[in-house]
């Protein structure tokens, strides 16, 4: 089945860089797309950043354009959240996303909390 492993607790300063991995398995990677969530205290998921299964396309919010970039490694089957430039308001449980025959796959999130 579809399984997904991502980063750890993640605690950092404003302006610094991080990166997200997830690592997944129990489907053919190579053929998805794949998505990053986040979710903050008390608001919705929403989405960050997407990769096309080739990594040609890759679509940010508005909020993260310019700061992250998103990859992949189709041979490592894991999608990359590159981080840049981090600020307070990028606190948030981040999420590995693929839909999947019908249905949406979710990694099990990493906190990341900004703060000085």
């Known amino acids: 089945q579809v399984h997904f492993v991502e980063s750890g607790v993640v605690l950092v300063q404003p302006g610094v860089s991080l990166r997200l991995s997830c690592a997944a398995s129990g489907f053919l990677f190579r053929a998805y797309d794949m998505s990053w969530y986040r979710q903050a205290p008390g608001k919705e998921r929403d989405l960050v950043a997407s990769?096309?299964?080739?990594?040609?396309?890759?679509n940010y919010a508005d909020s993260v354009k310019g700061r992250f970039i998103i990859s992949r490694d189709n041979e490592k089957n894991a999608v990359y959240l590159q981080m840049n430039s981090m600020k307070i308001e990028d606190t948030a449980v981040y999420y590995c996303?693929?839909?999947?025959?019908?249905?949406?796959?979710w990694g099990q999130g990493t906190q990341v909390t900004v703060s000085a």
């Open positions: 990769i096309d299964s080739t990594a040609r396309r890759k």
């Open positions: 996303k693929v839909y999947h025959r019908g249905s949406n796959y």
